[in-house]
């Protein structure tokens, strides 16, 4: 079994910073592509930035310039750290991420439970 954990939300003003954490646990072979997504109330869930394991990164646009994504393959854990934080980026933020275990079981999309962004004007 395999489990992501997300970290790091919380409550911020306009113009601030936060780091989001996501780790991945349990009997990983290859933890590959991994991401972040986002979903504010009455809205559908948005990718914001995803990685792969070669660190090859891509960004949704309205945070591009402005988050950065980034992973520790030691560690099975992917950050998001995000800075000039907007009210618009108030959401639940959601960790993917890709796995195939040391028994040969691949599971290409296992998500965490979520963390709250809370950005105030």
């Known amino acids: 079994q395999v489990q992501v954990v997300e970290s790091g939300g919380g409550s911020v003003q306009a113009g601030g910073s936060l780091r989001l954490s996501c780790s991945a646990s349990g009997s990983i072979f290859n933890l590959h592509n991994m991401g972040w997504y986002r979903q504010a109330p009455g809205k559908q869930r948005e990718l914001v930035a995803g990685?792969?394991?070669?660190?090859?990164?891509n960004y949704g646009d309205s945070v591009k310039g402005r988050f950065t994504i980034s992973r520790d393959n030691a560690r099975n854990t992917v950050y998001l750290q995000m800075n000039s934080l907007k009210p618009e980026d108030t959401a639940v933020y959601y960790c993917?991420?890709?796995?195939?275990?040391?028994?040969?079981?691949?599971?290409?999309?296992?998500w965490g439970q979520g963390t709250q962004v809370t950005v105030s004007s």
């Open positions: 993917k991420a890709e796995i195939t275990t040391y028994s040969g079981t691949y599971y290409p999309e296992r």
């Open positions: 990685i792969t394991r070669d660190g090859v990164t």
